[in-house]
């Protein structure tokens, strides 16, 4: 075993060893790397006392007190950023580049809550002669953060800075496939100065997570990951009068204009589709190809070739996924679609135990194909073909998730329409993963997200506080 065998990471040290645990490998090469210990309620249960016993200390702290440990904390990722990116790249399976684009992103994350003291500056008003209102952000208690596999780092630092640096303290509760990033997140935390208990880690599972939705002590969660267990996450979390906000699976839609730029368009559908072996929520799943676009699909095809498996294509997270992604190809072959390109039975030279689909193009795909509307997760592109931007646009809207839209035209017209009317959260000009930087949040519609606003940028000062509103008098 690679690293020694994880534990719950809690009032600032290491918890004794869970009943339940489980194995974790890599999908690079099938190394065994680490255990990860599976909670149960009474481990949560330390985890949600450590944070609720600090709560009061912590939140009594200026907000500029907080963003202290923060400026700390951006300092450590960019001084790990080697090892997070390892770490990264081995338990996940995305490149190393990639890796490190996601330590990148955990710092402009960060950043963001660094600015927090500009950022939520009260506002105060003379209402009446000699009556003031002032309005506060007062931060809400113990909250909890539970992520997907597809993003260890990025993805916890949508939650993570902004939640505790507003004034929370956290149960933290990452994927059970990529934990050991969650653990360094931990480690680094408390390197910067976080009072012990203020963030706290419980490793898990569905049970887990189901015991964070009932825990009464908790007053809000965010979730990360597919849309049927964002789904069962939020209609369980509120049920106990908890915020929430789930984000789920996506489906997102490419279209591409005839008079679309050729290398542009073609590089940045390939790489949209594939970049981390397209197990991004903002992913290109499909290409809909409006009237003569085959010089475009051409060479989407030509530079999809160019990504190699093990190279600078990464793994999918598991064999279970492999199986899973090679079996949507196989079925939509079987229903008609033109396999222009096959990953299927990918193996790489040196690390013949991962688990790597190559990149994968399918042509003449139609909306009652099941991989028109399934969420494959994988470095798959499929093309529906279409007659024009009305025809797109309603393919578009059919989708029932949300995430992301992109459209590719050189035609200011024809971009405003297509924003105006796709039914998506984030969409993208000639941009293939349209995830915008901070401070605009991130955040899809539909199937895509339950719950109200962003997870991250300016809504998240929003959905991690409630505002007092204090209206004095002073007698003369
Ligand atoms: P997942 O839904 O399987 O798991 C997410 C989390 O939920 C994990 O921590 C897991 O332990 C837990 N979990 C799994 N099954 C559960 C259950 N039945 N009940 C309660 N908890 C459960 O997702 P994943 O496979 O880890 O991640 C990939 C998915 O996440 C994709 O659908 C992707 O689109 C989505 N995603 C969405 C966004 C977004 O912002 N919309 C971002 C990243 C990933």
Redo the contacts with the bound molecule.
């Keep these: 075993m690679k690293y020694t065998a994880l534990a719950n990471y809690i009032q600032g040290t290491y918890a004794p060893v869970s009943p339940r645990s489980k194995d974790v490998t890599s999908p690079v090469n099938g190394e065994l790397l680490t255990t990860v210990p599976l909670a149960d309620e009474s481990e949560l249960q330390t985890a949600v006392e450590s944070a609720k016993q600090v709560f009061p200390g912590w939140s009594d702290l200026t907000l500029r007190q907080r963003c202290d440990v923060f400026y700390r904390y951006r300092n450590l990722l960019q001084d790990n950023l080697e090892e997070l990116s390892r770490v990264c790249h081995e338990e996940n399976g995305k490149t190393i580049a990639e890796s490190e684009a996601e330590v990148l992103k955990a710092i402009e994350l960060t950043e963001l809550a660094c600015s927090l003291p500009n950022l939520v500056a009260g506002e105060s008003l003379e209402v009446s002669p000699g009556f003031d209102c002032s309005i506060q952000q007062a931060p809400l208690g113990v909250v909890a953060c ?6 260890p780092i990025m ?1 916890p630092h949508w939650t993570i800075p902004m939640a505790l640096a507003l004034g929370n303290t956290m149960v933290f ?5 990529v934990p050991i990033s969650g653990t360094r997140i931990a480690e680094l935390l408390t390197e910067a100065g976080l009072p012990d208990g203020v963030f706290n880690v419980v490793h898990g ?2 049970h887990t ?2 015991a964070i939705c009932d825990h009464p002590d908790i007053e809000a969660l965010t979730f ?4 049927p ?1 964002a789904k ?2 939020y209609a369980r979390a509120t049920s106990t009068y908890k915020r929430a906000l789930a ?4 489906k997102n839609h490419l279209i591409v204009m005839p008079d679309a730029d050729v290398e542009h368009t073609a590089a940045n559908v390939a790489a949209s589709a594939c970049g981390c072996a397209g197990q991004r ?1 903002m992913a290109a799943a499909t290409m809909v190809a409006v009237g003569d676009v085959n010089h475009v699909v051409d060479k989407v095809v030509e530079q999809s070739k160019a990504l190699v498996p093990g190279q600078n294509l990464g793994a999918v997270i598991s064999e279970e996924a492999k199986t899973r992604i090679e079996g949507y190809i196989t079925e939509a072959v079987e229903q008609g679609a033109t396999l222009l390109l096959d990953g299927r039975d990918t193996t790489v030279e040196g690390c013949e135990n991962g688990s790597y689909v190559g990149p994968t193009v399918l042509d003449n795909v139609t909306p009652d194909m099941n991989i028109a509307s399934a ?1 494959v ?1 994988g470095p798959v592109l499929s093309i529906i073909r279409t007659d024009n931007l009305n025809g797109a646009v309603q393919l578009e809207n059919a989708s029932p998730y949300g ?1 992301a839209a992109v459209v590719y035209t050189q035609d200011g017209q024809v971009a405003r329409e297509f924003a105006d009317r796709a039914s998506a959260g984030m969409i993208g000009v000639n941009v293939g993963v349209p995830v915008p930087r901070e401070p605009f949040g ?1 955040g ?1 519609w539909n199937e ?2 339950f719950g109200v606003g962003d ?1 991250t940028g300016r809504g998240s000062i929003q959905f991690w506080t409630q505002s007092k509103k204090i209206t004095s008098h002073w007698i003369e």
């Design positions: 539970i992520t997907p596999f597809n993003f993805v509760k990452p994927s059970e496939q599972d569905k997570v189901e990360v990951g597919s849309t267990v069962s996450v984000m789920g699976g996506a929520c969420e997760f995430n991130f899809g895509s997200r997870i």
